[in-house]
Structures are given as structure tokens and as C-alpha cells.
């Protein structure tokens, strides 16, 4: 009995699996700043990075947001309040193509505004993607028979010429003494997409030993309320700490910091 298997990715350039099939898409995300009823087309490069197997891929789209812990949820198209799914259009030529091994193809997508928009909704998205149509027989880790497909996914963003506010605003900072984690949130208040980094730093008040943590990337969309756990170094002796919280989105007149006094055990 033969097992289907079907691999999605998005935000990643290359879709290899066990090296018989593959695809390479980019960019991985596409960004247009249109006014209602103006359009914009933009290239997006295909190519079939496996060796051996022909490809038919099939180019469709969807919606998708982020959840409270900064995942991607999917959603079918045009099923959400802030998507721009069918705004977009793709040629008849591209929207169904086969690819010989390494062999490689530019589709334009083009976005069109509607000549109306909600002021509520500062910026729309989509998803758009590219799917293994064919799949090739391979053999998993247990040597049963698998049917493998691939998909990547590229994220469309759109906002208006409307002048950007970046805003992202530090809600809450707290220690859970039972995870050992501190909880980080905050909220995206502007009107434009806001990607950025958090960097988390620990100061002993008893010894005055610094220590630094990994920081984290986020990316987030305006009316986002994130929730993000940072995990404390492992071996982190006890007593009294300050944890500093830096998040940097933009340049060096967009940042928000916070402090938090707490007890490590």
C-alpha cells in the first residue's frame, strides 16, 4: 500500500525532498504600494531544482495570518478580512507550466487595487502558490512506497501610498516561575507591517553579571498582539535579576524597551 506525502513550505527559497524532487522559488515574499485602482506587476523565478523528474506545477492562491505566537495559519482565498487574494492575477500561460530538471520560468503577478478600500484595514495579504502537480514515487526512512508532492508558498503584502506609521508597543512583561520563561508581549499599533528583532539581555543585581540571551526575529501585521516566550539560559544561577528587553523594528527611532525585576530559584 503506497502512502501520499505532501510537503509545504514557505519563507524558504528551496522545497527538496530526499533529493528526487524539488523546487526553488523567489523572492519568497512580494510587496506592492498601490492607491485604490492602480496596479502593479511583479516577476517571481521557478525553477525545478531536482535532477531527474520533469515537474507540472500549478500556481493558486490563498490567504494566510499570523497567530498570537507569530505562526502562519492558512486559509482558503478570499476568506479573510484582510485579504487581497483576488486582486491578483496570473497569466493563463502561468498559471499551469511544466519544468525539465533545472530547467526554470518567470510568471508575473500582477496586483490590482479596487477603486474602493476600507480605511479599517491599513494593509492587505495573500498567499501565492506553487504546487507539485505530478507526484514522483520515492521510498520513506522504512522503505514503504511514498507518492511525494511539493508546494511553496510566497507571501503577497499590499498597502496604500499612505504615509507609514510603525509603531510596535511593549504590553506586558512577567516571570512564570513554573516554565522558567519570561513572557514577552506586545502589539503592533501602526498601519504597516513591522518585522524586527528582540533582544533580551539579564543583569544579576547581587554579583552584577550580565548575561546575554539569543535574540529572537519576529515578524508581525498592524493590530498583531503577539506573545513570545524567552527561554532563560540553561545553568542560570540563582537570585535577584533584571531582565532588559530591547525591540528594534526599523531604524534607531523605532525601538521599545522594558524592564523586569524577578527572583530566579
Known amino acids: 500500500m503506497q502512502k501520499f506525502l505532501f510537503f509545504l ?5 528551496v522545497v527538496t525532498v530526499n533529493a528526487q ?11 506592492y504600494e498601490t492607491d485604490p485602482g492602480q496596479s502593479n506587476s511583479q516577476k517571481v523565478k521557478v525553477t525545478n531544482v531536482s535532477k531527474n523528474n520533469t515537474l507540472d506545477l500549478a500556481v493558486s492562491l490563498g490567504d494566510w495570518k499570523y497567530n498570537r505566537k507569530g505562526e502562519n495559519l492558512m486559509f482558503p482565498s478570499d476568506s479573510l478580512a484582510t485579504s487581497c487574494s483576488s486582486w491578483v492575477n496570473i497569466k493563463q500561460e502561468d498559471s499551469y507550466f511544466s519544468l525539465k530538471p533545472g530547467e526554470e520560468k518567470e510568471i508575473t503577478v500582477t496586483l490590482t487595487t479596487p477603486n474602493t478600500l476600507t480605511p479599517e484595514i491599513p494593509v492587505h495579504t495573500a498567499m501565492l502558490y506553487v504546487t507539485q502537480m505530478n507526484p514522483i514515487d520515492d521510498v ?3 522503505g514503504a512506497n511514498i507518492k511525494v508532492s511539493v508546494r511553496s508558498g510566497i507571501k503577497l503584502f499590499h498597502r496604500t501610498l499612505e504615509t507609514k506609521s510603525k509603531k510596535v508597543e511593549i504590553q506586558n512583561l512577567l516571570f512564570n516561575k513554573e516554565t522558567k520563561k519570561i513572557g514577552l508581549h506586545f502589539e ?5 507591517w513591522a518585522d524586527g528583532i528582540i533582544y533580551p539581555e539579564l543583569l544579576n543585581t547581587q554579583t552584577g553579571k550580565k548575561t546575554k540571551i539569543d535574540h529572537i ?7 498583531d498582539f503577539r506573545e513570545t516566550d524567552i527561554v532563560l539560559p540553561k545553568g542560570l544561577e ?8 530591547l525591540i528594534d523594528y526599523g531604524d534607531d527611532n523605532t525601538i521599545d524597551m522594558a524592564e523586569l525585576s524577578f527572583t530566579y530559584e
Open 188 to 192: 503592533n499599533q501602526g498601519n504597516v
Open 9 to 13: 513550505s514557505f519563507l524558504i527559497a
Open 238 to 245: 540563582p537570585g535577584k535579576y533584571l531582565a532588559n528587553i
Open 140 to 142: 520513506d526512512n522504512q
Open 217 to 223: 526575529i519576529f515578524y508581525s501585521m498592524p493590530g
Open 21 to 31: 524532487t524539488g523546487v526553488s522559488v523567489s523572492p519568497p515574499r512580494l510587496y
